[in-house]
């Protein structure tokens, strides 16, 4: 039995609908979490309250304003197990965003013509693409490790390439998002710095589902998203070393990112300001300490208990039915958060488009991860994820919804 009440969905009024004449299931969490009332309370709190903008005012509600904004960031620093002394927040749109911050400003330095990067064939395109353009203008090279036959990241390929290439930066995720593959991260990051790299942990997926703690993994940077752990959209962060950031030229240039102006030239502001150019989104900021918060009274232990419980049994059924093949690794305590599956002689958008009729969603296509679509020689799958308001009611409809698949294609 999940260790949460089911009082719990209250929380989440956006569950309370009925789609298409059913009631709603919403297995899409890795896509973007639903939200909780008391972080969108937290917003509105703000926005209603003492909002003004941060860090120029001296009036009451601009230095509350700023005091909110930064002790959120203090907050999250905390929860992502990051150190105020040696490490720095910085916010940025969201996860993609960050890795582009880091690859054309913090890491940008380090490659060099003839270089490699390493990454793996599992990465989302936020953590691909943004290092196929830096490697092009750099004339640097690509290397992408593979998976073992389970759909783990082979880790023996992943260290003979970090001896071999010797690469200046290495990024991957912590989970997959297709796969729901959970990378050994903190291995990963030491044999790549042995050689030298710098290294990049992408963990948008982790949010909602496992403990991000920047100190363990021992990045270089590790970059986060708030709307797929229970936070607003338009905000994500890098947390990074002090030292490397103090090094790096800031990426986007305007106010609030100034020490002094002058007609010919500037000069750049301390940290974590000299990364944050423009009004940064306030509100989203507190909205996402709030989401935190959330998360942090539930507890890791309770979160992992209730979705190893709806992943091993959504597992089980979609195993027991004819003609699934199911990626990702098969034992559930290396796998988090999703299942991507697909029916033979059927293609993943008619699953889809059924299961909405059904009132339920999931996601269907190549999931922002064309490499991997490749590796598994699929043009798309279908995925359905699972969030702390997941219920295993959801899973009886979904497992209903897609037996209607069957009778559809008469399976
Ligand atoms: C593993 C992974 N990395 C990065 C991203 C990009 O996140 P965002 O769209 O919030 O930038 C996603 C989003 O799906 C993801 O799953």
């Not at 009631?23 to 939200?35: E, G, I, M, Q, T």
Request: glycine share 6%.
């Amino acid at each position: 039995m999940s260790p949460f009440n089911r009082s719990l969905r209250q929380d989440f009024p956006s569950l309370q609908k009925m789609v298409h004449g059913k009631p709603y299931v919403f297995l899409d969490s890795a896509a973007s979490s639903l939200k909780p009332t008391s972080m969108v309370q937290a917003m509105s709190d703000f926005m209603l309250g003492p909002y003004a903008n941060i860090h120029r005012g001296v009036y009451h509600d601009s230095l509350k304003s700023t005091e909110l904004f930064e002790n959120a960031r203090e907050e999250l620093l905390s929860f992502f197990g990051g150190n105020s002394q040696e490490d720095v927040l910085i916010f940025t749109r969201n996860a993609t965003d960050a890795v582009n911050v880091t690859a054309f400003s913090i890491f940008e330095p380090y490659v060099k013509e003839g270089d490699t990067i390493l990454l793996t064939v599992m990465e989302h395109h936020a953590n691909l693409v943004p290092w196929q353009v830096l490697a092009k203008r750099k004339k640097a090279k690509l290397a992408y490790v593979s998976l073992t036959d389970d759909h783990q990241l082979d880790l023996q390929e992943f260290e003979k390439a970090c001896k071999t290439h010797k690469p200046a930066v290495a990024a991957f995720s912590f989970i997959s998002n297709v796969l729901g593959t959970i990378n050994p991260v903190q291995s990963m990051a030491k044999m790549a710095h042995q050689q030298g790299s710098k290294v990049l942990v992408d963990a948008a997926q982790a949010g909602m589902h496992e403990s991000v703690q920047f100190n363990l993994v021992d990045s270089d940077v590790t970059v986060m998203t708030a709307h797929k752990m229970l936070g607003p959209t338009g905000i994500g962060c890098l947390i990074a070393k002090r030292n490397l950031l103090e090094k790096a030229e800031p990426y986007q240039f305007g106010g609030d990112m100034i020490a002094k102006v002058d007609y010919e030239s500037s000069t750049w502001n301390t940290l974590p300001n000299k990364f944050e150019a423009g009004t940064p989104p306030i509100a989203e900021v507190v909205g996402w300490a709030a989401a935190c918060a959330y998360l942090e009274e539930l507890g890791w232990p309770a979160i992992h208990e209730h979705e190893h419980l709806l992943l091993s049994a959504a597992y089980e059924r979609l195993k027991q039915m004819k003609g699934v093949t199911l990626y990702g690794p098969k034992d559930p305590n290396n796998r988090s958060s999703v299942i991507s599956f697909n029916i033979k002689g059927v293609h993943a958008h008619d699953v889809g488009t059924i299961l909405d009729q059904e009132g339920v969603a999931v996601r269907v296509g190549h999931h922002c991860a064309q490499i991997l679509m490749k590796t598994l020689k699929v043009p798309a799958t279908v995925r359905m994820s699972v969030g702390v308001y997941t219920t295993i009611e959801d899973i009886d409809a979904f497992e209903s919804a897609l037996k209607k698949v069957y009778e559809v294609f008469r399976l």
